[in-house]
């Protein structure tokens, strides 16, 4: 009787195909007879952290075929899909390189688990690094978010940061202490000129002038949202970032978040018929003294979270809208604790609803004509989602997570891509619905403003 098989089965990415990789496939090749690689999807290696992969999957199959060493190639899309793979296909042997030790262990149940010696001295990081000249970048403001962002950037090649800006002394002082970052206090021009881009994150009322002179200085520019407070400072800002042929982003960071790019999707592609209604809410309970919770001028609900809760309404109704209404319901020195956004559209209606200060259930509602999508709190750091229908007991699930706990590498791999050129269309958060937000912040600051003459 033939003697059966013996089948072995390992995945990667294989991004600029290397050495390591050679020795790995022909290592777990000699382990059996019939060798099966599983080659990740760009979209899984995204929400497993891996951010910036060079080749496309075409290429990367390919070069995994040019071995001889594969009988067969699958392709790898979803978590808990080693399981299944090793089921169906009767594997024996599940192997991966010895950087994995102890990771896969749990597979033990199922076939045989080996873990190769890595080839040393050699990862598609590293060269996916040595291909792009690293981008210097610079913190302006080095507040609370700072902190979280500079943790973030090291999960995404090709940035380093290298120095932040702060003209409040102490806490430039205490961010070039505990995170030894060299920090400036003034000559903000020299700090510009030892960076090739920056990142804005300095309390709202400056972030302008900064993304201004940061432009002005051939500089690409990260801004936190948001970005201004007018649609024609908004406008001027894309437009000096166009003409001086660098990139400038709003953070948004909803916007580039996996799972948030898949609720657009099921949302545009008929599950739930046509939308008529969308529902975004945001609030949350700050710490008494923080700024959005105090400033009147300029923080407060609309200002902190507005942009969140317009995001999905603007990117699936789009920036013309014919009417929009702002509410709010203001607290000490006519600061808004609570403002709801209502829009008005041709075919549907909105309403986003931003609180400091107020609690209430932030979900994000899309309705339409056979069914809903419903993502629950936080929907804005979007893992998951359910479509709903008529039928109670009909539920479809979705899950996209993402790495990381608050997003921001996404948003920061996104910014990259864009100063790199490798980035593609600029579908997530368009210029053109960036300053659609500018404009409806205006609409509130102007609101605001005129309430806020009956305080002073
Ligand atoms: N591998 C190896 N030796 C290396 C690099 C990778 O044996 N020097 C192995 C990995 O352990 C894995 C397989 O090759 O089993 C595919 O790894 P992949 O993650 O695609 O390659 P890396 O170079 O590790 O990629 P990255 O730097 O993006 O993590």
């Known amino acids: 009787m033939a003697r059966k098989k013996k089948k072995v089965i390992t995945y990667g990415s294989f991004d600029l195909f290397h050495e390591g990789h050679y020795q790995l496939l022909k290592r777990a090749k000699d382990l059996g007879d019939y060798l099966i690689v599983g080659v990740t999807t760009e979209h899984y290696d995204r929400l497993r952290g891996k951010l910036n992969l ?76 040595a291909r792009q000249k690293i981008v210097r970048l610079g913190i302006i403001g080095t507040g609370r978010i700072a902190p979280r962002f500079l943790k973030e950037t090291s999960y995404v090649s090709g940035i380093e940061v290298t120095s932040a800006y702060n003209p409040e002394r102490d806490s430039a002082e205490a961010f070039e202490k505990e995170y030894q970052v060299k920090t400036w206090t003034d000559g903000f021009d020299r700090f510009l000129s030892e960076t090739d881009a920056v990142y804005v994150a300095s309390p709202n009322e400056t972030h302008s002038e900064y993304v201004r002179k940061a432009l002005n200085a051939g500089k690409h520019v990260l801004c936190e949202k948001p970005m201004t407070f007018t649609y024609s400072e908004a406008m001027e800002l894309y437009d000096l970032a166009s003409n001086k042929g660098v990139t400038l982003m709003e953070g948004i960071r909803t916007a580039y978040l996996p799972g948030f790019q898949q609720l657009l999707s099921v949302a545009k592609d008929g599950t739930i018929g046509k939308i008529c209604d969308i529902d975004a809410c945001f609030t949350r309970i700050g710490s008494p003294g923080s700024r959005e919770m105090t400033d009147a001028r300029y923080s407060g609900a609309f200002l902190e979270y507005g942009s969140y809760t317009m995001l999905p309404i603007i990117k699936l109704f789009g920036k013309e809208y014919e009417e929009v209404q702002i509410e709010s319901v203001y607290g000490k020195d006519g600061i808004d604790i609570l403002t709801k956004v209502q829009f008005r559209y041709k075919d549907g209606m909105a309403t986003a609803k931003a609180g400091a200060g107020v609690k209430s259930e932030g979900e994000l509602i899309v309705s339409g004509t056979k069914g809903y999508i419903i993502a629950k709190s936080p929907w804005w750091l979007t893992r998951s989602f359910d479509v709903r229908y008529e039928d109670p007991n009909i539920v479809e699930h979705h899950e996209a997570n993402f790495s990381g706990e608050d997003g921001l590498r996404y948003e920061i791999a996104e910014f990259m891509s864009k100063v790199n050129g490798t980035g593609g269309n600029d579908y997530k958060l368009t210029a053109g619905e960036s300053i659609a937000m500018a404009d409806v912040v205006e609409k509130f600051m102007i609101k605001r403003r005129d309430l806020r003459r009956t305080f002073d």
């Open 54 to 129: 060079v080749d496309s999957i075409r290429t990367r199959m390919d070069n995994v075929w040019n071995t001889g060493f594969a009988d067969e190639i699958i392709v790898e899309d979803h978590e808990g899909q080693k399981v299944e793979d090793i089921q169906h296909y009767g594997i024996d042997i599940f192997t991966l390189g010895s950087d994995w030790v102890g990771r896969f262990d749990y597979l033990k149940q199922y076939c045989e688990v080996v873990y190769l010696p890595r080839t040393v001295g050699i990862s598609s990081s590293e060269l996916r690094d």
